[in-house]
T-cell receptor
């Protein structure tokens, strides 16, 4: 099976812009979670989607949003980018049956200038 | 609320020496526990996980971890370090608030292997 794919792998934006990141889960996986990884904060949970519904949400401002499509692919959007949004954004997929094992994509590295 | 503490953000070992990466957790319910490894410019890869049953869990690449409820610990070990083990390691805990899993990661431990 193909693994979790994320596009783009690298992105450079300027403050105030918005960005959309994409994640394609492993075939058959219905849950997609998003994480922000920074050197100082480690992995911070953003949100989880299951069957097109947001099932869990972390403590991030409303500028961070996401959605999931009927084929389980997911996108996350960050509006009004700030310098502090520079990070590696990781997507993880799982079956969604609470078996907990998540499979991670390679991430999208976002740099905000 | 659940939390994970990884003692030591950087650990150095000599090639062939024992690897010990420490993880302590807190959880209001019996936890599921995980260790992930991240190589540079890559995502996280599952090393091993504890759900229920045997408290000594064996994973990939010769790693293992022991769940000790009394100590709320889940330390990762490998008898003999290899150069290819140099990476960042993350401990994670999962509980299920409202029936849905929520995974919390530790801050990570960078393992350096010295030839």
């Amino acid at each position: 099976k193909a693994g979790v794919t994320q596009t783009p792998r690298y992105l450079i934006k300027t403050r105030g812009q918005q960005v959309t990141l994409s994640c394609s889960p492993i075939s058959g996986h219905r849950s997609v979670s998003w994480y922000q990884q920074t050197p100082g904060q480690g992995l911070q949970f953003l949100f989880e989607y299951f069957s097109e519904t947001q099932r869990n949400k972390g403590n991030f401002p409303g500028r961070f949003s996401g959605r999931q499509f009927s084929n389980s692919r997911s996108e996350m959007n960050v509006s009004t980018l700030e310098l502090g949004d520079s990070a590696l954004y990781l997507c993880a997929s799982s079956l969604g049956d609470n078996q907990e094992t998540q499979y991670f994509g390679p991430g999208t590295r976002l740099l905000v200038l | 609320a659940q939390s994970v503490t990884q003692l030591g953000s950087h650990v150095s070992v000599s090639e062939g020496a024992l690897v010990l990466l420490r993880c302590n957790y807190s959880s209001s319910v019996p936890p599921y526990l995980f260790w992930y490894v991240q190589y540079p410019n890559q995502g996280l890869q599952l090393l091993l996980k504890y759900t229920t049953g045997a408290t000594l869990v064996k994973g990939i690449n010769g790693f293992e971890a022991e769940f000790k409820k009394s100590e709320t610990s889940f330390h990762l070990t490998k008898p003999s370090a290899h150069m290819s083990d140099a990476a960042e390691y993350f401990c994670a805990v999962s509980d299920r608030p409202g029936g849905y899993q929520k995974v919390t990661f530790g801050i990570g431990t960078k393992l350096q292997v010295i030839p």
